[in-house]
């Protein structure tokens, strides 16, 4: 079965940086969409950020755009989420995500198959 392994959260100050990585394994990796998404307590998982098999696509929520990267190394199975700018509200659980049809691009929950465990970002004001 496909498992997500999320890593690299953390408490960091207002304008820090994170660098998120997710491991993937269980399934052909490099053929792959994948994405990230988050949820803050007592709010809805939104979309974050999303990447094509390929890595010559991306997509940002508006929150995010010019402060976040999605990328990926295809030879390691690990999609990435290098976080700058922080701001208080950026934090939540963060969760990647894999498609529920390879080639579909995650940009919303309902279209996404297996989600890793999460991992915590608290930014500090």
């Known amino acids: 079965q496909v498992q997500l392994v999320e890593s690299g959260g953390g408490l960091v100050q207002t304008g820090g940086s994170l660098r998120l990585s997710c491991a993937a394994s269980?399934?052909?990796?490099?053929?792959?969409?994948m994405g990230w998404f988050r949820q803050a307590p007592g709010k809805e998982r939104e979309f974050v950020a999303a990447?094509?098999?390929?890595?010559?696509?991306?997509y940002y929520a508006d929150s995010v755009k010019g402060r976040f990267t999605i990328f990926r190394d295809n030879a390691k199975n690990t999609v990435y989420l290098q976080m700058n700018s922080l701001k208080p509200e950026d934090t939540a659980a963060y969760f990647c995500?894999?498609?529920?049809?390879?080639?579909?691009?995650?940009?919303?929950?309902?279209?996404?198959?297996?989600w890793g465990q999460g991992t915590q970002v608290t930014v500090s004001s």
């Open positions: 269980g399934l052909t990796f490099g053929t792959y969409a």
């Open positions: 990447i094509t098999w390929s890595g010559r696509s991306t």
């Open positions: 995500a894999a498609p529920r049809e390879r080639l579909t691009v995650p940009r919303s929950p309902p279209t996404v198959g297996s």
